[in-house]
Protein backbone atom coordinates (compact mmCIF):
# COMPACT_ATOMS: atom_id res chain seq x y z
CA UNK A 1 0.00 0.00 0.00
CA UNK A 2 2.10 2.94 -1.28
CA UNK A 3 -0.30 5.25 -1.43
CA UNK A 4 -3.70 6.17 0.68
CA UNK A 5 -3.62 6.14 4.48
CA UNK A 6 -2.16 3.04 6.21
CA UNK A 7 -4.72 3.29 9.36
CA UNK A 8 -4.13 -0.31 10.64
CA UNK A 9 -2.39 -3.87 9.72
CA UNK A 10 -3.67 -6.96 11.24
CA UNK A 11 -1.61 -9.69 11.66
CA UNK A 12 -3.05 -13.27 11.82
CA UNK A 13 -1.14 -15.27 14.49
CA UNK A 14 -1.75 -18.97 14.15
CA UNK A 15 -0.56 -22.41 15.12
CA UNK A 16 0.56 -25.51 13.52
CA UNK A 17 -0.65 -28.30 15.59
CA UNK A 18 -2.96 -31.47 15.67
CA UNK A 19 -6.44 -31.10 15.40
CA UNK A 20 -7.86 -34.62 15.90
CA UNK A 21 -7.79 -37.25 13.46
CA UNK A 22 -10.09 -35.33 11.20
CA UNK A 23 -8.95 -31.58 10.42
CA UNK A 24 -5.58 -29.49 9.52
CA UNK A 25 -2.43 -29.01 11.37
CA UNK A 26 -3.04 -25.31 10.23
CA UNK A 27 -6.89 -25.38 11.41
CA UNK A 28 -5.86 -22.24 13.62
CA UNK A 29 -4.30 -20.42 11.08
CA UNK A 30 -6.98 -20.84 8.76
CA UNK A 31 -9.43 -19.35 11.04
CA UNK A 32 -7.38 -16.15 11.99
CA UNK A 33 -6.23 -15.28 8.26
CA UNK A 34 -10.28 -16.04 7.50
CA UNK A 35 -11.29 -13.50 10.76
CA UNK A 36 -8.72 -10.58 9.52
CA UNK A 37 -9.68 -10.88 5.93
CA UNK A 38 -13.30 -10.49 6.89
CA UNK A 39 -12.48 -7.42 9.24
CA UNK A 40 -9.66 -5.43 7.08
CA UNK A 41 -12.54 -5.65 4.51
CA UNK A 42 -15.20 -3.34 6.16
CA UNK A 43 -12.88 -0.44 6.70
CA UNK A 44 -10.64 1.20 4.81
CA UNK A 45 -6.72 2.23 5.09
CA UNK A 46 -6.50 -1.49 6.76
CA UNK A 47 -4.64 -4.24 5.35
CA UNK A 48 -3.66 -7.51 6.01
CA UNK A 49 -0.32 -8.85 6.68
CA UNK A 50 0.82 -12.80 5.73
CA UNK A 51 -0.18 -14.88 8.70
CA UNK A 52 2.56 -16.17 11.32
CA UNK A 53 1.83 -19.54 11.08
CA UNK A 54 3.81 -21.00 14.05
CA UNK A 55 2.75 -20.64 17.62
CA UNK A 56 3.07 -21.58 21.33
CA UNK A 57 1.54 -24.84 20.88
CA UNK A 58 3.49 -26.66 23.85
CA UNK A 59 0.19 -28.40 24.90
CA UNK A 60 0.34 -30.13 21.79
CA UNK A 61 3.78 -31.23 21.54
CA UNK A 62 2.88 -34.94 22.38
CA UNK A 63 0.94 -35.02 19.00
CA UNK A 64 3.27 -36.03 15.74
CA UNK A 65 2.37 -33.12 13.40
CA UNK A 66 2.75 -29.82 15.66
CA UNK A 67 5.38 -27.37 15.36
CA UNK A 68 5.75 -24.85 17.94
CA UNK A 69 7.89 -22.27 18.68
CA UNK A 70 6.86 -21.37 22.15
CA UNK A 71 5.54 -18.61 24.89
CA UNK A 72 9.06 -16.34 24.79
CA UNK A 73 10.21 -16.54 21.18
CA UNK A 74 6.33 -15.53 19.79
CA UNK A 75 6.83 -12.55 22.31
CA UNK A 76 10.07 -11.39 20.86
CA UNK A 77 8.99 -11.92 17.27
CA UNK A 78 5.67 -10.12 17.48
CA UNK A 79 7.53 -7.45 19.60
CA UNK A 80 9.71 -7.00 16.60
CA UNK A 81 7.32 -7.03 14.15
CA UNK A 82 5.06 -4.24 16.06
CA UNK A 83 8.31 -2.12 16.03
CA UNK A 84 8.72 -2.12 12.38
CA UNK A 85 4.83 -1.85 11.61
CA UNK A 86 5.04 1.25 13.30
CA UNK A 87 7.14 2.64 10.87
CA UNK A 88 4.98 2.88 8.29
CA UNK A 89 1.28 2.20 9.88
CA UNK A 90 -0.89 3.75 12.51
CA UNK A 91 -1.73 0.48 14.21
CA UNK A 92 -1.17 -3.05 14.71
CA UNK A 93 -4.05 -5.53 15.30
CA UNK A 94 -3.31 -8.97 16.49
CA UNK A 95 -5.99 -11.30 15.09
CA UNK A 96 -5.00 -14.54 17.27
CA UNK A 97 -6.39 -17.76 16.74
CA UNK A 98 -4.88 -20.15 19.13
CA UNK A 99 -5.44 -19.86 22.71
CA UNK A 100 -2.31 -20.94 23.77
CA UNK A 101 -1.01 -18.27 21.92
CA UNK A 102 -2.59 -15.55 24.27
CA UNK A 103 -0.12 -15.50 26.94
CA UNK A 104 2.89 -14.22 23.86
CA UNK A 105 0.17 -11.69 22.49
CA UNK A 106 -0.56 -10.13 26.19
CA UNK A 107 3.36 -9.58 26.88
CA UNK A 108 4.04 -8.42 23.44
CA UNK A 109 1.34 -5.68 23.40
CA UNK A 110 2.16 -4.79 26.28
CA UNK A 111 5.73 -4.13 25.93
CA UNK A 112 4.82 -2.61 22.92
CA UNK A 113 2.34 -0.72 24.08
CA UNK A 114 4.91 0.82 27.13
CA UNK A 115 7.22 1.91 24.32
CA UNK A 116 4.39 4.23 22.65
CA UNK A 117 3.12 1.77 20.46
CA UNK A 118 -0.26 2.06 18.73
CA UNK A 119 -1.59 -2.09 19.20
CA UNK A 120 -4.10 -4.45 20.75
CA UNK A 121 -4.74 -8.17 20.70
CA UNK A 122 -8.11 -9.70 19.22
CA UNK A 123 -8.32 -13.56 20.29
CA UNK A 124 -11.46 -15.32 18.22
CA UNK A 125 -13.51 -17.08 20.07
CA UNK A 126 -17.32 -18.72 19.70
CA UNK A 127 -19.52 -18.19 22.71
CA UNK A 128 -20.60 -21.80 24.32
CA UNK A 129 -18.12 -23.64 21.59
CA UNK A 130 -15.69 -26.15 22.62
CA UNK A 131 -12.22 -25.76 22.77
CA UNK A 132 -10.16 -27.60 20.31
CA UNK A 133 -10.94 -29.38 17.05
CA UNK A 134 -14.56 -30.01 18.25
CA UNK A 135 -18.19 -29.22 16.53
CA UNK A 136 -17.12 -25.29 16.48
CA UNK A 137 -13.99 -25.67 14.90
CA UNK A 138 -15.12 -28.32 12.37
CA UNK A 139 -18.37 -26.18 11.33
CA UNK A 140 -15.83 -23.29 10.48
CA UNK A 141 -13.64 -25.42 8.46
CA UNK A 142 -16.36 -26.91 6.24
CA UNK A 143 -17.62 -23.38 5.54
CA UNK A 144 -14.01 -22.29 4.91
CA UNK A 145 -12.16 -25.20 3.02
CA UNK A 146 -15.25 -28.50 3.19
CA UNK A 147 -12.15 -30.52 1.29
CA UNK A 148 -9.85 -29.85 4.16
CA UNK A 149 -12.04 -31.53 6.80
CA UNK A 150 -11.86 -36.16 6.99
CA UNK A 151 -15.26 -36.18 8.08
CA UNK A 152 -15.05 -39.80 8.05
CA UNK A 153 -12.79 -39.76 10.68
CA UNK A 154 -14.57 -37.28 13.04
CA UNK A 155 -15.10 -38.51 16.49
CA UNK A 156 -15.64 -37.15 20.15
CA UNK A 157 -12.65 -36.40 22.46
CA UNK A 158 -13.00 -34.95 25.62
CA UNK A 159 -16.38 -33.04 26.32
CA UNK A 160 -15.63 -32.09 30.02
CA UNK A 161 -15.93 -28.33 30.34
CA UNK A 162 -12.17 -26.52 29.76
CA UNK A 163 -12.54 -24.95 33.18
CA UNK A 164 -12.15 -28.38 35.10
CA UNK A 165 -9.14 -29.44 32.66
CA UNK A 166 -6.99 -26.30 32.51
CA UNK A 167 -4.89 -27.45 35.29
CA UNK A 168 -3.77 -30.62 33.73
CA UNK A 169 -3.80 -29.35 30.57
CA UNK A 170 -0.86 -26.92 31.16
CA UNK A 171 0.71 -29.28 33.55
CA UNK A 172 0.40 -32.37 31.52
CA UNK A 173 -0.74 -31.38 27.90
CA UNK A 174 -3.52 -32.33 25.51
CA UNK A 175 -2.78 -35.86 25.47
CA UNK A 176 -3.19 -36.55 28.86
CA UNK A 177 -6.83 -35.88 28.84
CA UNK A 178 -7.75 -36.29 25.37
CA UNK A 179 -6.40 -39.78 23.64
CA UNK A 180 -7.56 -38.35 19.83
CA UNK A 181 -6.44 -35.12 20.81
CA UNK A 182 -10.33 -33.49 20.31
CA UNK A 183 -11.29 -31.43 23.13
CA UNK A 184 -15.11 -31.57 22.67
CA UNK A 185 -17.26 -33.36 19.83
CA UNK A 186 -17.41 -32.97 16.19
CA UNK A 187 -20.82 -34.29 15.50
CA UNK A 188 -23.31 -32.44 14.04
CA UNK A 189 -21.02 -29.40 12.43
CA UNK A 190 -22.62 -27.40 9.46
CA UNK A 191 -21.15 -25.37 7.24
CA UNK A 192 -24.19 -22.63 7.97
CA UNK A 193 -23.51 -22.69 11.54
CA UNK A 194 -19.39 -22.44 10.35
CA UNK A 195 -20.74 -19.36 8.45
CA UNK A 196 -22.46 -18.23 11.19
CA UNK A 197 -19.58 -18.10 13.53
CA UNK A 198 -17.23 -16.69 11.59
CA UNK A 199 -19.62 -13.93 10.89
CA UNK A 200 -19.86 -13.15 14.58
CA UNK A 201 -16.20 -14.11 15.04
CA UNK A 202 -15.53 -11.09 12.21
CA UNK A 203 -18.06 -8.58 14.31
CA UNK A 204 -16.37 -8.75 17.34
CA UNK A 205 -12.87 -8.21 15.48
CA UNK A 206 -14.27 -5.26 13.57
CA UNK A 207 -15.25 -4.12 17.07
CA UNK A 208 -12.03 -4.43 18.82
CA UNK A 209 -9.87 -2.78 15.26
CA UNK A 210 -12.77 0.09 15.66
CA UNK A 211 -11.95 0.55 19.23
CA UNK A 212 -7.90 0.78 18.39
CA UNK A 213 -8.22 3.14 15.34
CA UNK A 214 -10.57 5.57 18.23
CA UNK A 215 -7.23 5.82 19.90
CA UNK A 216 -5.69 6.98 17.01
CA UNK A 217 -8.64 9.90 16.90
CA UNK A 218 -8.44 10.66 20.59
CA UNK A 219 -4.52 11.32 20.22
CA UNK A 220 -4.90 13.42 17.42
Known amino acids: MESGPRRAVLVPVGSLEQHGPHLPLDTDTRIAVAVADGAAAQRSG ?3 APALAFGASGE ?14 LTDVLVELGRDVARHWGALLLVNGHGGNRDALAAAVNRLAAEGRRCAAFSVAAPGGDAHAGR ?11 AAVRGEDAEPGETRPIAELIGRLRDEGVRSVSANGVLGDPA ?16 D ?5 DALLSQGAADD
Open 46 to 48: VAV
Open 60 to 73: HAAFPGTMSIGTAA
Open 136 to 146: TETSILLHLDP
Open 188 to 203: GATADEGRRLLEHATA
Open 205 to 209: CVAAL
